[in-house]
């Protein structure tokens, strides 16, 4: 496939989503319906691939350009996941010193508590994924005790996890 | 706050990109305590970014790591905290999209993504509690636990987007100003 179509298709769903897999339904009809360049399995294959890695839900479109152009391709989704990001630059640049007015500081606070109620809010539907049995429970309990009483490095409780999972799957 | 070596930039958001599962609101969540920890951001930098990121389209957590970086370095801490985020993430992604396209599966890979995502549930909880807990001193704990549990009732319950929690938390915050 053209790189240069395939980064314009790529960077139109991510410039009219706003959320990691709200641009799926404009990719799969870009590129399973319309140019047949992909087929739905392949589809699956790269949702489920960013669902196992790590990172944004986004990164799919890394595996969609992968699976249809190969490295080129991967590197071109890579380019057109990114793309959308710069836009806030202009934002902030507009906020500026209009930040630090006393109601703009209020507000700004009011939004980073709002931020505490929406990491709950999706902690809530991916704990009832991720909680499968006694193991699982542990982690998420020890993770939430070393994170917010301890000033341990998040690294040490990530790879942690990941030792008890690896772990978990050879014994 | 702390300046941060460019250097220091690029190994934060490269090892967050590589070892945080579930998607962006667990990398937001690390990314905040670990600002916290290092001293890089104050409290009101990181609730713009938060809330501009929402309003940016495409992959919410990117602009959120472009403002971020933007912040503590300009435009070349913005680039260096998208690119450090993606590229070692994008390059494990088309690993496992080669091998599970090959086997349909990969069940030591999905054994430790499990486990993560059991850790990001905890990460996320914790950070929640700990930014709370870090801005409500002095006694002023009332408005901090009300905006957040009303944001997560909101969020949670009542199903709207986290663009309209967002703008309900600017009403508030623009009509509930703390002495």
Not at chain 1, 125 to 151: F, K, N, Y
Not at chain 2, 70 to 85: D, E, Q, S, T
């Amino acid at each position: 496939m053209n790189l240069v179509v395939l980064y314009l298709l790529l960077v139109k769903a991510t410039l009219t989503s706003f959320s990691g897999l709200a641009s799926l339904p404009v990719v799969r009809t870009d590129f399973v319906v319309r140019r047949h360049v992909l087929t739905d399995r392949q589809l699956n294959t790269a949702v489920a691939a960013s669902r196992i890695g790590p990172g944004p839900l986004g990164i799919y479109v890394v595996s969609v350009g992968y699976l249809a152009a190969g490295a080129p391709g991967a590197c071109v989704g890579w380019l057109a996941m990114i793309t959308p990001a710069f836009l806030i630059i202009p934002m902030l640049q507009f906020l500026g010193a209009r930040a630090e007015h006393r109601r703009a500081r209020a507000v700004a606070r009011a939004v980073l508590f709002a931020g505490a109620g929406l990491m709950l809010s999706a902690a809530a539907p991916m704990a009832r994924d991720a909680i499968t049995g006694p193991l699982s429970l542990a982690i998420v309990a020890a993770s939430l005790i070393l994170i917010a009483i301890t000033r341990l490095d998040s690294l040490w409780v990530m790879l942690g996890a990941a030792v008890v999972g690896m772990l978990s799957f050879l014994f | 706050m702390a300046q941060p070596r460019l250097s220091g930039v690029i190994g934060l958001f490269s090892r967050v990109g590589v070892t945080v599962f579930g998607g962006g609101d667990p990398t937001i969540a690390i990314l905040q305590r670990e600002f916290y920890r290092r001293d890089w951001l104050s409290p009101e930098k990181f609730a713009i970014a938060f809330g501009l990121a929402r309003l940016t389209p495409g992959t919410n957590v990117l602009a959120f790591c472009a403002a971020t970086g933007w912040y503590v370095l300009g435009f070349l801490g913005a680039l260096a905290a998208v690119l450090a985020i993606t590229i070692p993430a994008s390059v494990l992604v088309v690993w496992l999209t080669r091998a599970y396209d090959l086997t349909g599966h990969y069940p030591l890979a999905q054994s430790i993504a499990n486990a993560l995502l059991a850790a990001a549930v905890g990460t996320m909880v914790g950070a929640a509690l700990l930014l709370v807990r870090t801005q409500s001193s002095r006694g002023r704990w009332l408005r901090p636990i009300v905006i957040a549990l009303g944001a997560f009732v909101l969020a949670y319950f009542a199903k709207l987007s986290p663009l309209q929690v967002i703008g309900a938390a600017v009403v508030v915050g623009f009509f509930w100003v703390e002495e």
